[in-house]
Every structure is written in C-alpha cells, then in structure tokens.
C-alpha cells in the first residue's frame, strides 16, 4: 500500500513537472502539446478510494490551470475524464475490471488501447471546447481535439511503456 | 431524513464531481470575461518562481541569438543617433511626453493558444503598473495585465482579447489591431475606411491614442487586406515585425502623465 501510495505522489509531481516544464514548451508543427498529464488519472489505481481520486484530478487540473493561464479549463476536463473513468473500464476491460483482477500495465494491448484513446480523446474534447469558447468554432476544436489527441496517445502510450514494469 | 442522509452517501462521488465541476467551469467563465482572472493567472509568486528557475538554466542555451537581436538594435540606434544633427523625433516624443522606459526578460510565453500570455521577471516592486505597454527590439508585444511584487503578466499581442491602437505609418489613418488565434505570424487591423489607398508592404505602427504606447512604435506591414462583410472596412492581415516565438528582452513602457489623461478624460464625460 505504501509503495503505491509512494508512485503516486511520485507520479503526479513528476507528470505536472513534465507537462510545464517540457511537453508544453514543444509546439510540434506550431501548436502541436501533448497534455501527458492525463497519464495520472489513467493510470491511478482501480478500486482505490474513488472521492480521494476524483478531488486529486481535480487539484492536478488545477494546478495546471495556476501554471498554464488557461482559466479553469484543465480541472474541468481533468475532473469530468475522473469521474467518467470506471465507464470505460468497464468498456474497454469487460465486468473483470470490478473484481480487481486485471493490472492496467498487465492487460493485453488492445483494450489498453481503446481505454487510452477514448479517455484522452474526451478529455481534450473538453479542453478545447472551455479553450475556444465559441461555438461557432466547433470545426477547430474538433480538429485540435483529433490532432493533439493522437500526439498525446503516441506520448503516454510510450511513457507508459518506459516506465511500466515487465514483471507480470 | 435518514433517507436523505443515505442517499448522500450512497451519491457522494456524484455529489464530489458535480461540486468540483462547477467550481471549475465558473472559473472559466470568470476567465473568459476580460480582466476578471482574479487569481488564476501566472504572476503568482509560487508559480512564477519555477518558471524563472526554468528561466536561469535555459537562458543560456540562446545567448547567442540574443546578443545579435542587441547588437542589431543597438546598431539601429546608433545609426539614429549618428545621422541626425537635432534629436530624432521618436525619441523627442518619449522624452516630451514623458515614457519611462524600463527592461525585463520573458519567463514565461506561449503563442500557440488562442489566449496568450507572457511572464516578466518584474513586478510592482520594481515600478511596474496596469496597463503599462511592453515592447521588445522589433515592435509592440502585449499589455500588462497582472502584476504582483515580483513578477507581471502581459498579455501578448496574440490574445483574441487583446485590442491596440494602430494606425498606417504612410497616411496616418488608424484602426484596432486584434487577433484571430489563427496564426501567430499574423494579426489582423480593422476599422479602416474603403476609401484609403493600401499598398502591400506598407508599415504599420501605433498610433499614440491609447496613452498605453508612445506614436510610432512599429508593429508589422500589410500582408494581404479584403473588406469586411459590409463592404465598407478594410480586414487588413499584418505580418508581425517580432517574431513572438521567440521573445527573451523586453522593454516595458510605462506613461508618466497617465494619471492627468485620466483625469482629463473624466472630465470629459
């Protein structure tokens, strides 16, 4: 319990570090950031304390928001992503999810991947959509939803696969 | 009542995420309306200070580049002073109207948002006020917005909420600069009759109206103009002379008869 306890503090400090200090200095192509923050609430433990979950979401959004001027922007999407996470778990994952029998680092690829992508694509939905601000550019939030969606997939899924141990 | 209770525990996730929601989508609209980011922003000591930490490591990476933009400036300011038998104009408005002129470096940019804003390394401590203009070797940057003892916000000139007075340098006709949040190479003048003649290349600079920026402060030249829907103002593209991807030595100007305009302005109305 501690152990995890101790990766998740880790985790979070070193994500918020990553996300500000690097990935959003990247503009890739101009305006291309992965958001791999996101990486904290995907990969939180399934079945732990729930309330203490959604709140740490929400003060990591929050945080982000302090650093990156964006208004209240990331902790919207960051709390929403939290609370709609078990949804998709059970999507991607099957009833097992709720049994505790699957580790998300153990679970095959495909499922692991489907879980990523529609999380993530949810959470810059949001994002972009509090960004932008203005429904009548729905065409650009859309189309920076996708892009930077899939810039922020290929970075967690590589983060992932860094630093997730090979033991299991 | 005792239903009451055990419905609220039986919901207390529901109940946490919709508190949290509203907190954090009524911080956004409080964001979105101007000026009211009362205590979301980046000038705040705690997190200012990681970005100027971030700042000492990674500013000498491009010293380089940076000692050439000086050198060309003061190459351009030497080549003033030496050409010139009475004080050149630009300088003797400043001067007349009465501009302090103070430095700064950028620790905190972004141009890749629709809303952009830039950190300072100085704050009130060191004289730096609402409203004051910021400007760097090439042309305007942005308006301060934000300040606390150390630090200050400004918020650049890629903002869609950020507006500046500006005019044609040629015919002195003048119009608001905004932004689009398209592209951060351009940004866009408007209110500009049909009538005037514009030629691509032509400068624009700032007019001197909103006692913010002194006249003549260049900003960019005119890419490309259409006119607007009613056919009867220009929409005028401006390349942008800074390149605000790259932004490391600002000056920050500040108008010491601001508080008599305001004055006068009051009685005015």
Redesign the interface.
């Known amino acids: 319990m501690n152990s995890a306890l101790f990766i998740n503090i880790t985790r979070f400090i070193a994500l918020l570090l990553l996300q500000?200090?690097v990935c959003?200095q990247l503009?890739f192509l101009?305006?291309?950031?992965p958001y791999v923050y996101v990486l904290f609430v995907l990969l939180y433990p399934i079945g732990d304390n729930?309330?203490g979950f959604?709140?740490l979401a929400?003060i990591l959004?929050?945080i982000l928001?302090?650093?990156?001027?964006?208004?209240?922007?990331h902790?919207?999407a960051a709390?929403?992503m939290a609370?709609i996470r078990p949804a998709f778990l059970k999507f991607s994952f099957g009833a097992v999810y709720e049994y505790q029998a699957i580790k998300l680092n153990a679970a095959e690829a495909l499922p692991r991947l489907t879980y990523f992508t529609l999380l993530i694509l949810i959470h810059h939905f949001i994002l972009f959509t509090?960004?932008?601000?203005d429904s009548s550019k729905f065409k650009i939030i859309i189309y920076n939803t996708l892009i930077n969606g899939g810039f922020t997939l290929l970075f967690v899924w590589l983060l992932n696969a860094l630093f997730s141990s090979q033991k299991s | 009542m005792q239903r009451i209770i055990y419905f609220l525990i039986r919901n207390k996730n529901f109940i946490l995420f919709l508190t949290l929601l509203s907190i954090s989508i009524s911080l956004n609209f409080s964001y979105n309306e101007y000026n009211k980011s009362k205590f979301i922003n980046s000038s705040n000591f705690i997190f200012s200070s990681l970005y100027d930490t971030k700042f000492t490591v990674s500013k000498y990476l491009n010293l380089e580049l940076q000692n050439q933009l000086l050198l060309e400036e003061n190459k351009n300011l030497k080549k003033i002073l030496f050409n010139s038998e009475t004080p050149t104009k630009s300088f003797d408005s400043i001067n007349s109207i009465g501009f302090e002129v103070m430095t700064a470096s950028v620790i905190k940019n972004s141009y890749s948002k629709t809303n952009n804003f830039i950190t300072i390394n100085k704050g009130s401590k060191h004289g730096i006020g609402i409203d004051n203009g910021v400007i760097s070797s090439n042309g305007v940057v942005g308006i301060i917005d934000k300040t606390s003892s150390k630090y200050a916000r400004v918020i650049s000139i890629l903002n869609i909420k950020s507006k500046i007075n500006a005019k044609l340098k040629k015919s002195n006709h003048f119009g608001t600069l905004e932004w689009n949040g398209k592209n951060h190479r351009l940004v866009q003048l408007h209110d500009i009759q049909d009538l005037v003649k514009l030629v691509k290349g032509d400068t624009v600079v700032t007019s001197g109206f909103s006692s913010v920026f002194p006249e003549n402060i260049p900003i960019g030249r005119i890419e490309s103009f259409q006119l607007n829907d009613t056919k009867d103002l220009y929409i005028i593209n401006v390349v942008l002379f800074n390149d605000m991807t790259n932004l490391r030595h600002v000056h920050i100007i500040e108008n010491l008869d601001l508080e008599q305009l305001k004055i006068l302005k009051r009685k005015n109305e």
Not at chain 1, 30 to 33: P, V
Not at chain 1, 65 to 71: A, E, P
Not at chain 1, 130 to 133: D, N, T, V
Request: hydrophobic residues 50%; aromatic residues 22%; glycine residues 12%.
């Open positions: 500000v200090l959003n503009n101009g305006s291309l950031n729930r309330m959604i709140f929400f959004g929050f928001d302090l650093f990156l001027d964006s208004g209240g922007a902790a919207t709390v929403s609370y509090l960004i932008y601000f």
